[in-house]
Nanobody, 121 residues
Framework: QGQLVESGGGLVQAGGSLRLSCAGPGSIFISINSMGWYRQAAGKQRELVAT???????NYADSVKGRFTISRDYTKNTVYLQMNSLRPEDTALYYC??????????????WGQGTQVTVSS
Protein backbone atom coordinates (compact mmCIF):
# COMPACT_ATOMS: atom_id res chain seq x y z
CA GLN A 1 0.00 0.00 0.00
CA GLY A 2 1.15 3.49 -0.84
CA GLN A 3 3.99 2.32 -3.05
CA LEU A 4 2.36 3.64 -6.23
CA VAL A 5 0.90 7.11 -6.73
CA GLU A 6 -1.37 7.65 -9.72
CA SER A 7 -2.60 10.83 -11.37
CA GLY A 8 -4.14 12.06 -14.59
CA GLY A 9 -7.64 10.67 -14.76
CA GLY A 10 -10.69 12.77 -15.53
CA LEU A 11 -13.65 13.43 -17.80
CA VAL A 12 -13.13 13.78 -21.52
CA GLN A 13 -15.28 13.70 -24.64
CA ALA A 14 -15.09 10.85 -27.09
CA GLY A 15 -12.13 11.31 -29.40
CA GLY A 16 -10.17 13.17 -26.75
CA SER A 17 -6.96 12.32 -24.95
CA LEU A 18 -5.73 11.80 -21.42
CA ARG A 19 -2.37 10.91 -19.93
CA LEU A 20 -2.08 8.83 -16.79
CA SER A 21 1.02 8.78 -14.61
CA CYS A 22 2.10 6.37 -11.89
CA ALA A 23 5.14 6.99 -9.73
CA GLY A 24 6.82 4.11 -7.95
CA PRO A 25 9.15 4.23 -4.96
CA GLY A 26 12.77 5.22 -5.29
CA SER A 27 15.40 3.49 -3.17
CA ILE A 28 18.72 1.77 -3.58
CA PHE A 29 17.10 -1.30 -2.03
CA ILE A 30 14.32 -1.49 -4.61
CA SER A 31 14.17 -2.56 -8.24
CA ILE A 32 10.99 -2.20 -10.26
CA ASN A 33 10.49 -5.02 -12.74
CA SER A 34 7.35 -4.77 -14.87
CA MET A 35 4.91 -1.87 -14.71
CA GLY A 36 1.51 -1.65 -16.26
CA TRP A 37 -2.06 -0.46 -16.33
CA TYR A 38 -5.27 -2.35 -15.75
CA ARG A 39 -8.85 -1.13 -15.73
CA GLN A 40 -12.14 -2.14 -14.26
CA ALA A 41 -15.44 -0.90 -15.62
CA ALA A 42 -18.59 -0.97 -13.53
CA GLY A 43 -19.91 -4.50 -13.24
CA LYS A 44 -16.95 -6.02 -15.04
CA GLN A 45 -13.75 -7.78 -14.08
CA ARG A 46 -10.41 -6.02 -13.99
CA GLU A 47 -8.59 -6.35 -17.31
CA LEU A 48 -5.13 -5.70 -18.61
CA VAL A 49 -4.67 -2.53 -20.63
CA ALA A 50 -0.91 -2.43 -21.20
CA THR A 51 2.28 -3.60 -19.55
CA UNK A 52 5.95 -2.91 -20.08
CA UNK A 53 8.72 -5.03 -18.57
CA UNK A 54 12.00 -3.56 -17.41
CA UNK A 55 14.01 -2.96 -20.55
CA UNK A 56 11.47 -4.77 -22.68
CA UNK A 57 8.72 -4.16 -25.20
CA UNK A 58 5.21 -3.09 -24.38
CA ASN A 59 2.21 -5.39 -24.49
CA TYR A 60 -1.31 -4.08 -25.20
CA ALA A 61 -4.86 -5.34 -25.03
CA ASP A 62 -6.32 -5.62 -28.51
CA SER A 63 -8.99 -3.07 -27.65
CA VAL A 64 -6.42 -0.28 -27.12
CA LYS A 65 -3.78 -1.10 -29.73
CA GLY A 66 -3.05 1.88 -31.93
CA ARG A 67 -4.74 4.30 -29.50
CA PHE A 68 -2.87 3.91 -26.20
CA THR A 69 0.87 4.10 -25.60
CA ILE A 70 2.63 2.95 -22.44
CA SER A 71 6.07 4.26 -21.57
CA ARG A 72 8.47 4.33 -18.64
CA ASP A 73 10.87 6.90 -17.24
CA TYR A 74 13.45 4.78 -15.45
CA THR A 75 15.08 7.82 -13.83
CA LYS A 76 11.80 8.65 -12.09
CA ASN A 77 10.46 5.10 -11.59
CA THR A 78 7.33 6.30 -13.37
CA VAL A 79 5.06 4.70 -15.95
CA TYR A 80 2.77 6.65 -18.25
CA LEU A 81 -0.27 5.76 -20.29
CA GLN A 82 -1.04 8.11 -23.15
CA MET A 83 -4.62 7.51 -24.23
CA ASN A 84 -5.78 8.94 -27.55
CA SER A 85 -9.00 8.57 -29.52
CA LEU A 86 -10.84 7.72 -26.34
CA ARG A 87 -14.18 5.94 -26.58
CA PRO A 88 -17.05 5.68 -24.12
CA GLU A 89 -16.17 2.02 -23.63
CA ASP A 90 -12.80 3.10 -22.22
CA THR A 91 -14.64 4.46 -19.19
CA ALA A 92 -13.30 2.65 -16.12
CA LEU A 93 -11.23 2.89 -12.98
CA TYR A 94 -7.63 2.59 -14.11
CA TYR A 95 -5.11 0.91 -11.81
CA CYS A 96 -1.35 1.06 -11.95
CA UNK A 97 0.50 -2.17 -11.25
CA UNK A 98 4.16 -2.77 -10.57
CA UNK A 99 6.20 -5.81 -9.69
CA UNK A 100 8.75 -4.54 -7.19
CA UNK A 101 11.80 -6.33 -5.84
CA UNK A 102 12.81 -5.25 -2.35
CA UNK A 103 16.20 -6.35 -1.09
CA UNK A 104 15.74 -9.10 1.46
CA UNK A 105 12.02 -9.47 0.74
CA UNK A 106 11.79 -10.67 -2.83
CA UNK A 107 9.33 -9.53 -5.49
CA UNK A 108 5.73 -8.50 -4.89
CA UNK A 109 2.96 -7.04 -7.01
CA UNK A 110 1.71 -3.63 -5.91
CA TRP A 111 -1.38 -1.72 -6.99
CA GLY A 112 -2.21 1.96 -7.10
CA GLN A 113 -5.39 3.38 -5.62
CA GLY A 114 -7.04 3.75 -9.02
CA THR A 115 -7.86 6.82 -11.07
CA GLN A 116 -11.21 7.31 -12.79
CA VAL A 117 -11.40 7.84 -16.53
CA THR A 118 -14.79 8.81 -17.91
CA VAL A 119 -15.40 9.27 -21.63
CA SER A 120 -18.63 10.96 -22.65
CA SER A 121 -20.27 10.34 -26.01
Amino acid sequence: QGQLVESGGGLVQAGGSLRLSCAGPGSIFISINSMGWYRQAAGKQRELVATIPKGGSANYADSVKGRFTISRDYTKNTVYLQMNSLRPEDTALYYCNANIYILGQGSTDYWGQGTQVTVSS
